[in-house]
Structure formats: structure tokens, C-alpha cells
């Protein structure tokens, strides 16, 4: 006892921790809070997960854009899609002088065009390099640039061509998800048909989403978070039992 | 329904303030100041070199013309090239673990402790991970061998750093020892600083402070050595191409 007596007194490590020291109560209820907290963050992300089933099914509905919200015929861009410094053009304000195009005469021969309702899927990923029209139900590249939305806001009414967006080649050796102004390193691996073709993995998120009847993903999440929550509650009632023992 | 990276930052903001008030009291002020400076620091260092070499990234709603449909719908606060959130996401869960592990094996050795503190984040993190990607909150481009959509090596890595870091906090700041061969690199490194000699458990405890930050660069230089011997491991095994934006 007096041996420790000289080293609270010599070390100040020694000191420092006795003050830092939390009282035993109150460590518990601190050890209890992080273990209840993680169980009820565990507990939001298992929700969060179940709510994801269907993105996890089918993983490119989240690479796809959102429907437009403007009713059908409305071809005015959203505000928010323009670049600043860029004003809106007014789409459905003609010049006076100008009478309005009507919409349902049309020429005999010439088929009617369909309204969004009726225009045919396009593929979402469409080959580098190519043109895609740029009509309203379609959705616009990932990688388009703005400049490609605002030539469409300025097309002029009665254009007989077909406006198109160009789509910029894409060099898929480079690494394309990185940060704006790094330098990710290329890859020299040969060209693969995309994820989910040839993984070796044991199974990849869509399918596991769509395995045992649309329920694989939920069984999954399922799983894991019961065995982590037996892991947190073997931790928790330890702290209870060690606050009953003394 | 689409998890917005937005929903991720909230929640992660939100258990942040429990999990500091929690761990402040458990472990005592200065130790939790300590654990979260160590562990930001740590995870920081990590995911921003993924980030750099290609293996991961978090700027899926910054590439795609998707994010300017919402408000705020990327990532709000950065560090550098890697959210703030994610930091926080994984102090959370190396502070629960190391807690929850201390509380589980009180009695056995720190080696079983930090396997022990690594095993429950895995498990975390086979929960987290599968819901971050299908909802894009961070995406995976490395070739390399991939579970549900999750590589390998982000497994192993999570348990490993976990297992590394908790080891490090335990043997530093909890119960100070030192490495015989850690030592003679301390005594001309970090102790040289505060001129001091003495064995970790005489020193105070800003001077171990700095000790277990030394010790953290020692550690992370050892688990890169370790993690990348494991990626290329698995790329040369892999046969899975690239994610590409337009898939």
C-alpha cells in the first residue's frame, strides 16, 4: 500500500487516471447507453435495409432518373437541371405574331407521335458513343452534361429533325467512379460485360434480393441483425449482472 | 424506397451525440477524446488511401446528374475525399465493439478481446454494407472477389482495423505496455520528443497520448502492408470487371 502510495505519488500517470477514472456507476450506465444506442442504430439500419428491398432487387432503378413531375406535353425543363448564370426560356410564352402550332391536325401519311404514355422503353445504358432522342420520357445519360439539357430547352417549336443528345465516348479502361480532380490509376484488366455477369461471387445483391420468393434480402438482413443482437445483449447483460454483483 | 445519402448522414448524426455522451461516460473524458480522435484519424487514413487507389468511392451522387433531383442529396460534410459520416460510422462501431468485447471476455487476454471487438463490427458491417450499396451511399470499383455485392477485402478490412486499432487503445491508453520491438523505434521517435525513456505504463498521460498516436501511424503502416497483400490476393482470383456509372 505504500509502495503505491510512492508511485500515485512519483507518476503522474497514475494521478491522471484516478482522476480520469469514471465512478463504477456511472461507467455502467455509460457502457449500457452505447450498447442500447448500437442496438437501436442497428435496429434503423435493419428498417432502412428492409425499406431497400426493392432498390436491392433491381439495382439499376437507382441509376435511373426520376420521372419528370411536369404533366404530359409539358416540355419545359425543370428549373433545377439549368446551370446558374443561365436563365430560364420560357416555353409556352409564343411572341405575339406567332400563332400557336396546332396539335391535332396533322398532314395525312404522317403517323401521329405518341404521347409519353406510349412512347417504347429505351435501354437506360446506351453504348458509348451513340445517340439517343431526346424526347421527354427518356432519361437523360448520367454522364451528359448540362449543355445537352439546355439544347433541348432551346429547340425551336416545329423542328421536323429530331433533336439528339450526343452521348461523349467513354473510355472504359478508366476507372469511371472517382473523385472530381484525382487521378485514379487505369486499369489493364480486359473489358468485362458488366457486375453480376461473371462474379464469382457467392451471390450477388439482385439476386439475393429476388431469391426465396422476393424475400431473400429481408431473410439475409434478418439474420445478421438477430446474431448481432444476441452479441449486444450477452454484452449488455454482463454490465446488468456486473452491477447486481456488486 | 431509395435511402438517401442524406437519411444516412441524419442518422449517423443523430446516434453520433449518443454514442460521445455514452462513451464519455464509460471510459472516462479524456480516454473518449482520445478513442474518437484516434479513431477518426484512423478510418480517415484508411478510406481516404481506398479512395485514392480506386477500390471505393462515395461520389456516386456527384457523378450522376440523379443527386440534383433533391435537396442536399449528396454527402453534406467532407473530409477531404470521404464523408464525415462514414468517419463517424466507423468510430461508432469500433467504440461499441471494443466496449461490448471488454464486457464479454473481461477476464481473457487483449488479443482475444480485439478478435472478439473485430468479429461484432464485421457484423455491423454485414449489415450496413449491403443496404450502403444498394442504395449508393458509397460504391465499390475494385476487381476483386465479391459477397452479395460486397467485396471481400472491405470484410477483412473491417475486421481487421477494428481487431488493429482496439489492440493498439488497449496496450496504449487502457492497460499501457509496451512492444519489445516497438520500443527501441519509440525511444528515437515519439519519447525522444518529451525526452523520456521510461516504460509506457510510467509515463503520463498526454505523453501516452502521443505514444498511442505514434503507434496508430505504426499501425496503419501494418495494415496497409497486410490489406494490400489481400486485395491483390483477390483481384488476381476475381474475375468481376469494373462498376461502371452507366451500368
Known sequence: ???????????????????????????????????????????????????????????????????????????QVPQQ???????????????????????QQLPEGIPPIPSETEQPQVPVSPSPGSRLPATDAIAMPF???????????????????????DIPAVDESAPDSTAPGSSAPTSSAPKKTGPGTTTRGAASLSKLATSAGGRGFEIYLLAVFFVLMIALYVALRRVRLEAKAK | MKGNAIVFEILVAAFF???????????????????????????????????????DNFYWYATNSYFKHYPLGGYV?????????????????????????????????????????????TLFYLLIEPIAVANRWWVFNAKSFYLIDVPLFAVLGVFLSVFVFTLVFHWTITEPRDNKSLKKLEDRTVKRVFKSKKLAKNLSFHQLRAVFFFRLVVAFVAYGAVMSAIVVALWAVANRGQIKPTW
Request: proline share 8%.
Open chain 1, 1 to 75: 500500500m505504500a509502495n503505491k502510495r510512492i508511485e500515485l505519488e512519483q507518476y503522474k500517470y497514475y494521478i491522471d487516471l484516478l482522476v480520469e477514472d469514471p465512478a463504477r456507476k456511472k461507467a455502467r450506465r455509460g457502457v449500457a447507453t452505447l450498447l442500447i444506442a448500437a442496438m437501436v442504430m442497428s435496429l434503423a439500419f435493419f428498417v432502412l435495409g428492409f425499406l431497400s428491398n426493392d432498390t436491392a432487387g433491381s439495382l439499376t432503378d437507382i441509376m435511373q432518373k426520376p420521372p419528370a413531375k411536369a404533366p404530359a406535353g409539358d416540355t
Open chain 1, 81 to 103: 437541371q439549368l446551370p446558374e448564370g443561365i436563365p430560364q426560356i420560357p416555353q409556352q410564352q409564343l411572341p405575339e405574331g406567332i400563332p400557336p402550332i396546332p396539335q
Open chain 1, 143 to 165: 454522364d451528359a452534361p448540362d449543355g445537352a439539357l439546355l439544347a433541348r430547352a432551346q429547340a425551336a417549336p416545329g423542328q421536323e429533325t429530331t433533336p439528339t443528345v
Open chain 2, 17 to 55: 451525440v449518443v454514442f460521445y455522451i455514452g462513451g464519455a461516460r464509460a471510459m472516462g473524458r479524456l480516454r473518449h477524446l482520445t478513442f474518437l480522435a484516434g479513431a477518426i484519424l484512423f478510418s480517415l487514413a484508411i478510406e481516404t488511401t481506398a479512395v485514392l487507389a480506386g477500390l
Open chain 2, 77 to 121: 460534410i467532407w473530409l477531404g475525399v470521404v464523408p464525415l459520416s462514414v468517419i463517424l460510422l466507423w468510430y461508432m462501431v469500433a467504440m461499441t465493439s471494443y466496449v461490448g468485447a471488454l464486457h464479454i471476455l473481461p477476464s481473457r487476454s487483449a488479443w482475444a478481446r480485439a478478435a472478439l471487438a473485430g468479429g461484432i463490427a
